[in-house]
């Protein structure tokens, strides 16, 4: 049972970035002709932002790497051994499926608009409706869902750390693009953040 949930943590997780990042840009760029993928390889804060993301999911890769194929040195990653219970994991894959269902949800309720990051010279329709009703950054909402449910199904001092600093990267991002925001689309956006929060509700 544990090697069988061991591998398919691994396949989650191909399936995760091949749907939520690779199959939505693709879908984005056929409709628009433009690459949705913003970041760039500059000094700026979002792309250092862009950065964390990547080490964030090779760390990730190398923590699922080592805990199906590379068990004996699965000690090293300090397990937190008193979250170790079925329940606790049982929750957390409940938490990753949920999470990549709204994300892809949320995504394709963006359309068009759909960005990894933001260009100042990308104008995008502001969306307020579907699951934007209820959170003003759903899909990043989501992405913090699935990172704490990889927390709860294989606790440990690393995917504790990938939670925390991709929870903080991502309150960042967002701050970012709330400026870009308020300056491309004025009151519109500033009466959305008055009527909808930040993450939920």
């Known amino acids: 049972m544990k090697s069988f949930i061991n591998f398919y943590l691994i396949v989650y997780f191909i399936l995760y970035y091949a749907l939520v990042f690779v199959w939505v840009s693709y879908r984005v760029k056929k409709k628009t002709g433009l690459n949705p993928y913003l970041f760039k390889n500059s000094d700026t804060p979002q792309d250092f932002l862009g950065v964390i993301s990547k080490f964030i999911t090779l760390v990730?890769?190398?923590?699922l790497l080592i805990n199906a194929f590379f068990t004996d040195y699965y000690k090293f990653l300090m397990p937190i051994w008193y979250l170790e219970y079925l329940t606790i994991q049982l929750i957390g894959f409940a938490l990753i499926h949920f999470a990549l269902t709204w994300i892809l949800i949320a995504q394709?309720?963006?359309?068009?608009?759909?960005?990894?990051?933001?260009d100042k010279q990308q104008n995008t329709e502001l969306k307020t409706n579907g699951l934007f009703k209820i959170s003003r950054n759903p899909v990043f909402l989501g992405m913090s869902v699935s990172l704490f449910g990889i927390l709860l199904i294989i606790p440990n001092a690393i995917t504790l750390l990938v939670f925390v600093l991709g929870f903080v990267s991502f309150h960042v991002q967002i701050r970012l693009e709330e400026e870009y925001l308020i300056k491309t689309h004025g009151d519109v956006y500033l009466h959305y953040c008055k009527k909808t929060n930040r993450w939920l509700l």
């Open 60 to 63: 990730l890769a190398i923590v």
């Open 108 to 118: 394709i309720q963006m359309g068009k608009s759909w960005r990894i990051g933001f």
